[in-house]
């Protein structure tokens, strides 16, 4: 079986979801499963709702959703004829959204994110999975909230694998199927995501279960290249890497892979490609055990809103690793991306 993961820039119009089933067109084979992830930058918008949410701005909350419904509304116009049972779903599906608003009394932040932000997914991977039955690419819509299963930790859930493998193992290989990145679900069905960009995750999660074939990721760039290609204008492309190296660049900030991606491929040996959805026939980059490259090339990454953090203490003192496990403690709890850390007296 094979894993393909699109991400949101791949269906950020109607116009990408039209060249999303072409490139599903050249790639026949049936026995497949695609990760989505939700449309364009909706999950930016998601999280917008949230924070109003939170600081009680009702108008902006309702404002917010509204326009995402209007923008989904508007792309399912340009895919659907008007009598196609989307546009009820759709309408249904932010009614709900609206009602959980309205409803939830919760003041858990990180579990309330996740089920408002998660819903990006929800949606984009009914959209997508109606469209393609439509034009004839017959496939299954996949909640993967009944087979990802994870523990409770809200925006940075972590997996139950052998919950997760016993569920995975039961799906029909020989078919097709849609299904959402980013989340999963705890064991009382609440849903629960993986943190920004985890869809590549999601691919893996399925691949590592299902024992894939390969694993691939179709991007708008040819492949993993030496440098971000938004910043850097003379970039190359590397043809391949291995999983270390790989997994090196993306934790230093290349967004084109996310870091946790790597490491359930990397243990079975699983391939991973990068390729490009504007050119589907390229073969884009290779991603395995082998250490090809014998040229020593420099990467360059472009990391934006980094903040430098400053810790001393008052007093005459020193740093303990008493004083140092109470920040980790505190950057874990309030879930801060921590990068790189050095401690002196
Ligand atoms: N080393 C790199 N190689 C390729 N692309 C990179 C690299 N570093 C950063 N990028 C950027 O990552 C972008 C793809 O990520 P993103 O837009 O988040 O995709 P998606 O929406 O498909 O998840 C590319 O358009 C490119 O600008
Ligand atoms: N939609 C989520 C998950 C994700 O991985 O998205 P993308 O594949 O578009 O980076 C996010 O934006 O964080």
């Not at 499963?33 to 939700?38: G, P, T």
């Not at 930016?44 to 419904?69: A, D, P, S």
């Not at 139950?160 to 990145?181: A, D, E």
């Amino acid at each position: 079986m094979k894993i393909y993961k699109f991400g949101g820039s791949s269906i950020k119009n109607y116009k990408r979801i039209k060249n999303l089933s072409k490139v599903i067109k050249i790639n026949k084979n049936n026995n497949k499963i695609i990760v989505l992830s939700a449309i364009g930058k909706n999950t930016n918008k998601l999280e917008k709702v949230v924070n109003n949410f939170f600081i009680k701005n009702k108008k902006n909350t309702y404002i917010q959703v509204l326009n995402i419904y209007k923008n989904h509304f508007k792309m399912i116009k340009n895919l659907f004829i008007k009598n196609n049972f989307i546009f009820k779903y759709i309408k249904f599906f932010f009614n709900e959204f609206i009602f959980f608003l309205k409803k939830k009394k919760s003041i858990k932040y990180h579990f309330i994110y996740d089920q408002i932000v998660g819903s990006g997914e929800l949606i984009s991977t009914k959209i997508v999975s109606e469209y393609l039955n439509l034009i004839g690419l017959k496939n299954f819509w996949l909640d993967c909230r009944n087979y990802i299963k994870t523990d409770n930790s809200y925006r940075e859930a972590h997996v139950n694998w052998q919950q997760t493998k016993k569920k995975i193992k039961k799906i029909n290989q020989n078919l097709f199927y849609i299904t959402q990145g980013f989340i999963g679900a705890d064991n009382n069905y609440f849903t629960t995501t993986f943190g920004r960009e985890g869809s590549d995750y999601t691919a893996s999660i399925f691949s590592f279960c299902l024992n894939a074939e390969s694993q691939t990721t179709w991007k708008d760039v040819p492949g993993i290249l030496n440098a971000d290609p938004r910043f850097f204008f003379k970039k190359k492309i590397f043809k391949s890497l291995s999983y270390k190296e790989t997994l090196e660049l993306s934790y230093y900030g290349a967004s084109v892979i996310h870091p946790k991606t790597l490491y359930p491929l990397k243990k079975k040996k699983i391939p991973l490609y990068i390729r490009s959805f504007i050119f589907p026939k390229k073969k884009g980059t290779l991603v395995s055990d082998k250490y090809i490259n014998n040229v020593i090339t420099s990467c360059f990454i472009v990391k934006k809103k980094q903040k430098f953090i400053f810790f001393y203490k008052k007093k005459f003192s020193f740093f303990l690793e008493k004083d140092i496990s109470l920040i980790f403690k505190y950057i874990s709890n309030y879930k801060i991306n921590f990068f790189n850390s050095k401690f002196s007296n």
